[in-house]
């Protein structure tokens, strides 16, 4: 529950897949995930950025501002249901409890399990963006913001296309 499967995330991975998804989710419910996706295509659609990959016959210009508000969401949710979900939120549960907390309710105690969630993630966010991505990370505030570990506020901005 709640996270992109690994084994899947890993073979797109090693086949340097990850930055040519067009759209991704991998939420806690099919219902939530096919619904962020089904939206994702459906502003693609109304954009008009569609799901065309670049090509040699297409002019190098910098892409459209909803190319690049797509490629933004589709990186944050990598970041979000893959990384912190499937990977990152049992390790910050297992510190919770170890400091007397409730993963699912550490109220105004949050603070340093929180920034253990944002070290991890951006760690984790600067080695996509360079890897797959071939950008950097302008900017990144990542939050608990419920003081639980259920879900996590990530948003990141990346550089523009290299």
């Given at each position: 529950?709640?996270?992109?499967?690994?084994?899947?995330?890993?073979?797109?991975?090693?086949?340097?897949?990850?930055a040519?998804?067009a759209?991704?989710?991998?939420?806690?419910?099919?219902?939530?995930?096919?619904?962020t996706?089904?939206?994702?295509?459906?502003?693609?659609k109304?954009?008009?950025?569609?799901?065309r990959?670049?090509?040699?016959?297409?002019?190098?210009?910098?892409?459209?501002?909803?190319?690049?508000?797509?490629?933004?969401?589709?990186?944050?949710?990598?970041?979000?249901?893959?990384?912190?979900?499937?990977?990152?939120?049992?390790?910050?549960?297992?510190?919770?409890?170890?400091?007397?907390?409730?993963?699912?309710?550490?109220?105004?105690?949050?603070?340093?399990?929180?920034a253990?969630?944002?070290?991890?993630?951006?760690?984790?966010?600067?080695?996509?963006?360079?890897?797959?991505?071939?950008?950097?990370?302008?900017?990144?505030?990542?939050?608990?913001?419920?003081?639980?570990?259920?879900?996590?506020?990530?948003?990141?901005d990346l550089?523009?296309?290299?």
């Amino acid at each position: 529950p709640n996270g992109a499967d690994n084994v899947l995330m890993a073979e797109l991975e090693k086949r340097s897949l990850l930055a040519k998804l067009a759209v991704f989710g991998g939420w806690n419910t099919a219902g939530n995930t096919t619904g962020t996706v089904l939206a994702q295509c459906a502003a693609l659609k109304k954009s008009g950025s569609g799901f065309r990959v670049s090509s040699s016959e297409t002019p190098a210009s910098s892409p459209q501002p909803s190319a690049s508000l797509n490629r933004q969401f589709v990186f944050e949710r990598l970041v979000d249901d893959w990384f912190y979900q499937s990977q990152v939120r049992a390790k910050i549960e297992k510190s919770a409890r170890e400091q007397g907390l409730s993963p699912l309710n550490m109220e105004n105690e949050a603070a340093p399990i929180e920034a253990l969630a944002r070290r991890e993630l951006r760690g984790f966010a600067q080695l996509l963006a360079r890897r797959h991505f071939k950008t950097e990370i302008q900017h990144s505030e990542i939050t608990l913001p419920w003081g639980r570990s259920f879900e996590a506020d990530v948003r990141i901005d990346l550089s523009a296309e290299s």
